[in-house]
């Protein structure tokens, strides 16, 4: 029997001992912190789209299309759009050539401007539209337009541009 005494003696001391300690150990955290960086390299960057310049039926009579270029790029990041000569035999950026049938050409060309006054080519710095970027989509307008008095053989004729942003 003190054998029993003597731990229920014991026991509600160790008790006693662990809820202090457990109630304490809130009074010991501690935190530590540290900072760290984050950082990206944002490059120039330049995306260019265009529609299709259709210009119907042709007569013989002067014929006027529209195409329209569409260009995202980084913000303030300036930028110029080129069109090549197309694949025409014998097509420069001033007289590009659509082919028909039986290898027949029909001549036509690209403006920057509605008076078709202005030829848009592809040498940076001479025949090109330039811009800077927003960060937003722009669209450009290409005026095409097909001279009077051609009257080749009927048919379907067509070229294919290829529109280069450089930035």
């Known amino acids: 029997m003190k054998f ?6 014991v026991l509600p001391a160790a008790i006693g001992v662990l809820a202090l300690g ?3 150990a809130s009074a010991f955290a501690a935190t530590v912190t540290t900072t760290f960086q984050v950082t990206a390299n944002v490059q120039a960057t ?3 789209s265009a529609t299709s310049a259709a210009f119907g039926s042709y007569t013989g009579v002067i014929a006027d299309t529209t195409s329209i270029v569409t260009v995202t790029c980084s913000n303030t990041t300036t930028y110029n759009i080129g069109l090549n000569a197309g694949l025409g035999t014998g097509a420069t950026v001033t007289n590009r050539l659509m082919v028909g049938p039986n290898s027949n050409q029909l001549n036509y060309g690209l403006f920057q401007d509605a008076a078709h006054s202005i030829n848009w080519g592809d040498t940076v710095g001479t025949d090109t539209v330039t811009g800077a970027g927003n960060g937003l989509a722009q669209t450009i307008t290409i005026f095409g337009q097909i001279p009077a008095g051609q009257f080749d053989q009927a048919g379907i004729y067509l070229d294919t541009i290829t529109a280069t942003i450089t930035f």
């Open 4 to 9: 029993l005494v003597t731990i229920r003696s």
């Open 22 to 24: 457990l109630g304490s």
């Open 46 to 48: 330049c995306a260019i």
